[in-house]
């Protein structure tokens, strides 16, 4: 088992260190990818703070993984060696439940392999993550990425687009549909590419009157202050759909508010407690609430291949292997527009 330099959280309390990690040998269905770059996802640093009380010590972060195949075992159909290749937050499942079959991996009933802090279903180990600079993984649960677009912007991708994609999809938002998307930043900013690519008319909803400019780059049609009662109340009642990404604590009820009837709010934010949702908003007006995780591996794959049709990518910020801590702090403090990336050469 080749040993392979990544970057780990020893502890809750201790900074992310070098760290050496035993990737396996390709089996005849794996595909060996070398690491170029790895997206920066909030779940990182939740993850190597055990925020959410689940993490094993020691974990490699990163599932939003891009690179090129290195080595491929003998039964490999779907790559070749040189081939650009992607891995999002999943590297198995059981492949025999109905959601597997459907293209729901996301969803399996035995639990789906998270990219890291899970654990290998041949109890072989630990899942490691993509701070590291090779992986290696079953062919199924690779992607094919374009070589049209630039590798650093497209590792977001693998978790924050696919995660505003799949709900844009599953919910038919297309031309005719009024979306509002509530928080423009890692998630906010890819689901108003998404869904002006797809057609709708866009509103961003912010608490941050300095997110203007940036909602109206990215394409939003209408920007709606939030704490403004005047700019709330000219959409009340206005919206097919609404795409909430925040994870901080907010009203679901107001929200709920700006729906019209028959209208969904989609929740792929995870705020610290749980939702207080009264009856009566979503009884008045046939309202719907809903949550969304990321997406299957064909899902994925179509997403990818939208935005090389469509130009669509991340806004990122490339950074070194070494200023993943500096990073953490940044992204507690919201100082990011809108994805860190990093580039593993430095590693």
Request: charged share 20%.
């Amino acid at each position: 088992m080749p040993e392979v330099k990544s970057y780990a959280a020893l502890s809750d309390s201790t900074p992310l260190v070098p760290y050496a990690i035993n990737r396996r040998t390709p089996k005849p269905t794996d595909v060996q990818i070398e690491i170029l770059y790895c997206g920066v996802c909030h779940s990182d640093l939740h993850f190597a703070r055990n925020d959410w009380g689940m993490t094993v010590f020691p974990v490699v972060p990163g599932h939003e993984i891009v690179g090129r195949v290195t080595a491929v075992g003998s039964d490999v159909k779907k790559f070749k060696v040189g081939d650009l290749a992607g891995i999002g937050c999943l590297v198995d499942s059981c492949r025999t439940c109905d959601n597997c079959r459907d293209g729901l991996e996301q969803y399996c009933a035995e639990g789906g392999v998270f990219t890291y802090g899970g654990n290998e279903r041949d109890g072989s180990g630990p899942t490691y993550g993509g701070y590291s600079k090779s992986i290696v993984t079953h062919e199924d649960f690779v992607l094919h990425i374009s070589d049209k677009l630039s590798l650093a912007a497209v590792a977001p991708l693998l978790c924050a687009g696919i995660t505003t994609y799949s709900p844009l999809r599953h919910w038919k938002v297309g031309p005719g549909t009024r979306v509002g998307v509530l928080g423009l930043g890692g998630l906010g900013h890819m689901a108003v590419k998404f869904a002006v690519a797809m057609g709708a008319e866009v509103t961003m909803l912010s608490h941050s009157p300095s997110k203007q400019a940036d909602a109206e780059r990215l394409g939003a049609h209408r920007f709606v202050l939030t704490s403004d009662e005047n700019q709330t109340a000219s959409v009340a009642g206005y919206f097919d759909f609404i795409l909430d990404t925040v994870s901080a604590e907010h009203d679901y009820a107001f929200y709920l508010g700006l729906l019209r009837t028959n209208g969904t709010m989609v929740c792929v934010g995870v705020p610290p407690n749980p939702a207080v949702l009264p009856a009566m908003n979503l009884i008045f007006g046939r309202k719907s609430f809903a949550g969304s995780l990321i997406g299957g591996i064909p899902e994925t794959q179509e997403m990818l291949d939208f935005c090389a049709e469509k130009g669509i990518v991340s806004d990122v910020e490339v950074i070194r292997m070494d200023y993943i801590n500096e990073a953490y702090e940044r992204m507690l403090k919201g100082d990011v527009r809108y994805r860190f990336v990093i580039d593993m050469a430095t590693l």
